[in-house]
């Protein structure tokens, strides 16, 4: 397998007495889905918050693109290309799609903001993730169906010419058929040479989108796989016993 | 190159819209038309020229008050006080003209300062402390109160003499300078909307609304000549002795205002972001907005406002009472930015909205009075407008979430 992009190197991180992360190791890579899995309370989501700088892990070692880097701040993950989605998407429903795409690094000319230089990068953006069913990207969010606002919230994650996208749970509110079109755009991030990482406890998605499957259990990193290499099964049992035996094939 | 949308299209969007509860200014100008059809054909008085210049100056202060009002509903935040901040401010000027003999151009703007410093209190209450803006300005609802009577002190009402703040609603403009800043006016308006298609046109972008914008814009400019040419008839009683024509010095000064606060709102990012945070505060805050510098400069805004209503409430009466900014005011204020279109729910309003509504405020309050009714009766009148248009305001946000 390549190198990976993004790689965590014997993490821990503890919340006062409590052990959240024990020595997890993780890899993410470039063109790849790599889906999180884990049981609730396994600590997918304090692993997410380390990569993005909101908690800081006491010990680890963490590499970018081959170099050690010191993650301190949410800012920092930004300035490398590390962008995170939201389960709840944090989107200003009274705002179009374009603003809240660029809410907080608007495009200026002077003092005043650059609607239509935001307007066509919006666009572009969008035409790039082979997104059509929005109607105007003028349209207030509060107009949108649910699919349609997760849309939105990745398109705003890759404007920056981000290299790392973590999802979390894109697809946990949504209908079937708005599934299939997020997964796709998933799919999409992938093939267009970003490294995706998806938290996801629905496992079909995660055969049908991911490359490689990363498992939790009690806060220890239980295997990451390839997807060829393993059944549901397997990736349940990950899950809920933590054990990698079964995974290598040996007993039933 | 850019597809041209047809105008039944861009009317079509807009009907939808109307349906989908984004309303907007459309039951504020239908009332308007009504509330004016209604009492011109009951009094003779109210559809004359003469009237018609003292509605603008009636509703001069409570709309720059619901002006700056604008910037805190947008946040989903309110400002009691900005009444009597109004009245602080207020007596803060007369006192220095009229006590301390400094010239206008020094007291004006050290009023306004003082009002901008209030709203920095009451900014930081609330963004910092986190106490409801609610319960932090009926605090200084009561504290301003109190600082109004104590800045005017013993004597009750101080009377001003300052020939450049009282002409603010006393004076016209010549007959000349009247047509001439309506066409300035007009034509920096259409200047700039134009100059907007242009741009995005030349960016390649689909320009749906530009025959919509040009209907409005050509309708603006018809209300522009009819209001300049009925502001420019003479209104004086006895022409030979007092000319009374031209535009009143209050609409340039509110106009410049709104031009002013608009540009902040839909131009630049602070604007952007107060919408930001009026419509999800949380989802600001990850996307690296200042929330609490927002909140603050809000109110500063608000507060900075209202000691220009101030300024014009002296200019009207020719002084300054410990009643001044008091009583309805406030009130009348919050009506106007609701009745225009303004959501008190936050992230929904627009600053002209602050106009119409107090168009609308000063309609009802002018019209009753010339028909004879009693204040209790357009007190409640004005109590029901404001109902129905909070009712809009409710309606219309359910039926933009549940679509």
């Known amino acids: ?252 | 190159m850019s597809e041209q949308i047809s105008i039944e299209k861009s009317l079509s969007d807009w009907w939808s819209r109307v349906k989908a509860g984004q309303v907007g200014a459309l039951p504020a100008i239908l009332g308007l038309l009504v509330l004016c059809i209604v009492f011109g054909s009951m009094s003779s008085v109210f559809l004359t020229p003469g009237n018609f210049a003292n509605l603008l100056t009636q509703a001069a202060a409570v709309t720059v008050i619901a002006m700056g009002l604008i910037f805190v509903l947008l946040l989903g935040e309110i400002d009691l006080s900005a009444g009597y901040a109004a009245g602080v401010c207020g007596a803060i000027l007369v006192v220095m003209i009229t006590e301390m003999d400094y010239s206008w151009y020094v007291a004006f703007p050290v009023s306004v300062f003082a009002g901008v410093c209030l709203g920095g209190f009451i900014g930081y209450l609330v963004a910092q402390l986190k106490i409801p803006s609610f319960v932090v300005t009926l605090a200084t609802f009561l504290a301003f109160q109190g600082l109004l009577l104590l800045i005017i002190g013993e004597g009750g009402t101080i009377r001003i003499e300052d020939p450049v703040i009282l002409s603010i609603q006393n004076k016209n403009l010549t007959v000349l300078n009247s047509w001439l800043f309506f066409a300035l006016a007009a034509g920096a308006y259409l200047l700039g909307g134009f100059w907007k298609f242009y741009k995005r046109r030349k960016a390649g972008l689909i320009d749906n609304l530009f025959k919509f914008w040009l209907i409005k814009a050509l309708a603006m400019v018809a209300i522009g000549t009819l209001a300049t040419s009925a502001l420019t008839v003479e209104r004086s009683n006895n022409p030979d002795l007092v000319s009374l024509r031209g535009i009143p010095y209050v609409v340039p000064v509110i106009l410049f205002l709104l031009v002013g606060a608009t540009f902040v709102l839909t131009r630049t990012s602070y604007g952007l972001h107060i919408y930001a945070v009026g419509g999800n505060a949380e989802a600001a805050r990850r996307a690296g907005i200042n929330v609490k510098m927002v909140r603050i400069t809000a109110f500063m805004i608000c507060s900075g406002f209202a000691a220009v209503a101030g300024m014009i409430f002296v200019s009207r009466a020719n002084s300054i009472s410990p009643t001044t900014g008091g009583s309805s005011t406030l009130l009348y204020a919050v009506g106007a930015a609701v009745i225009g279109g303004t959501s008190l729910f936050g992230g929904k309003g627009k600053v002209s909205d602050a106009i119409l509504g107090g168009l609308v405020v000063a309609v009802i309050d002018n019209g009753m009075a010339l028909l004879g009714y009693p204040a209790g009766i357009k007190f409640m009148v004005t109590g029901a407008v404001l109902l129905i248009s909070a009712t809009i305001d409710a309606v219309s946000r359910r039926g933009a979430v549940s679509s």
């Open chain 1, 1 to 252: 397998m390549a190198e990976p992009i993004l790689s965590l190197r014997n993490l821990n991180k503890s919340f006062g007495p409590v052990h959240v992360l024990k020595d997890v190791n993780f890899n993410a890579y470039a063109g790849q889905v790599t889906a999180l899995v884990g049981d609730n309370g396994a600590g997918k989501s304090t692993l997410i918050k380390c990569i993005a700088g909101i908690y800081t892990p006491e010990s680890g070692d963490f590499i970018f693109e081959g170099k050690p880097v010191q993650i301190s701040g949410p800012r920092d993950a930004t300035a490398l290309g590390i962008e995170i989605v939201y389960q709840d998407l944090a989107l200003c429903d009274n705002l179009d799609i374009v603003h809240n795409m660029f809410l907080g690094r608007e495009e200026k000319s002077g003092l005043t903001l650059n609607e239509s230089a935001m307007e066509s990068l919006a666009k572009k953006t969008l035409d790039g993730l082979s997104v059509r069913t929005v109607k105007s990207i003028r349209q207030k969010v509060a107009s949108l169906s649910g699919g349609q606002r997760q849309t939105v919230a990745i398109a705003r994650a890759v404007l920056w010419n981000s290299k790392v996208v973590i999802l979390d749970e894109p697809t946990a509110a949504l209908g079937v058929a708005q599934t299939e079109q997020v997964l796709k755009l998933v799919r999409q991030l992938a093939d267009n040479g970003l490294a995706v990482i998806v938290i996801s406890h629905n496992l079909n998605d995660v055969f049908q989108v991911a490359d490689n499957i990363a498992a939790m259990y009690l806060g220890s990193m239980a295997a990451q796989v390839d997807k060829s290499s393993v059944s549901q099964n397997d990736v349940v049992r990950l899950i809920t016993t933590g054990s990698a035996e079964t995974v290598t094939g040996g007993k039933k």
